[in-house]
T-cell receptor, first 114, second 114 residues
Framework: AQSVTQLDSHVSVSEGTPVLLRCNYS??????LFWYVQHPNKGLQLLLK??????LVKGINGFEAEFKKSETSFHLTKPSAHMSDAAEYFC????????????FGKGTKLSVKP | KAGVTQTPRYLIKTRGQQVTLSCSPI?????VSWYQQTPGQGLQFLFE???????NKGNFPGRFSGRQFSNSRSEMNVSTLELGDSALYLC?????????????FGEGSWLTVV
């Protein structure tokens, strides 16, 4: 059975410092992995996705994530945080041929201090 | 290209009433799914439709139902509303149902049951 664990419910960084949001997954097969961001009162926006191509995936707004099969991790990083990055981030895993097989993490709320 | 459009954005209903939410997917997308988001339970899958057929259903009572029309637009209905149904209901669309397809979310319908 697949599962997703976001290791931090809340991360706080200062503007201009690096961001690290951690995600571990459990999957029996080769999964597809996604990171979505949700700003207050908004829907989910896709940041990036991994589908068994390059293990280092670059997304929008300077975010990237690295798929590490040996560690079953898919951590999200950004070199320099911006105030507009403050939002909730969801790690998502999919291994089946159906959206019903999407498993969402509980989310990590990112705060950015000036 | 227009994104996923959900209507209404906000609504307040009374316990025992029913509600219908509407979703227009991105043009050309044939797969539509629905999710419920609450602070306590996070994001939970409701159901998925492809070519007017329900492909998958989450663990929700029969009061929750949906359908998809020939133009891929979808509606979900909740009958006999309970206070616990208060949530953000998100619709998502993708081209097909295959794993790895990018899934795009609407901004959601905020339902408050009083």
């Amino acid at each position: 059975a697949q599962s997703v664990t976001q290791l931090d419910s809340h991360v706080s960084v200062s503007e201009g410092t690096p961001v690290l949001l951690r995600c571990n997954y459990s999957s029996s097969y080769s999964p597809s992995l996604f990171w979505y961001v949700q700003h207050p009162n908004k829907g989910l926006q896709l940041l990036l996705k991994y589908t068994s191509a390059a293990t280092l995936v670059k997304g929008i707004n300077g975010f990237e994530a690295e798929f590490k099969k040996s560690e079953t991790s898919f951590h999200l990083t950004k070199p320099s945080a911006h105030m507009s990055d403050a939002a909730e981030y969801f790690c998502v895993v999919s291994e089946g041929g159906s959206q019903g097989n999407l498993i969402f993490g509980k989310g990590t709320k990112l705060s950015v201090k000036p | 290209k227009a994104g996923v459009t959900q209507t209404p954005r906000y609504l307040i209903k009374t316990r025992g009433q029913q509600v219908t939410l509407s979703c227009s997917p991105i043009s050309g997308h044939r797969s539509v799914s629905w999710y419920q988001q609450t602070p306590g339970q996070g994001l939970q899958f409701l159901f998925e439709y492809f070519s007017e057929t329900q492909r998958n259903k989450g663990n929700f009572p029969g009061r929750f139902s949906g359908r998809q029309f020939s133009n891929s637009r979808s509606e979900m209905n909740v009958s006999t509303l309970e206070l616990g149904d208060s949530a953000l209901y998100l619709c998502a669309s993708s081209l097909t149902v295959f794993s790895g397809n990018t899934i795009y979310f609407g901004e959601g319908s905020w339902l408050t049951v009083v």
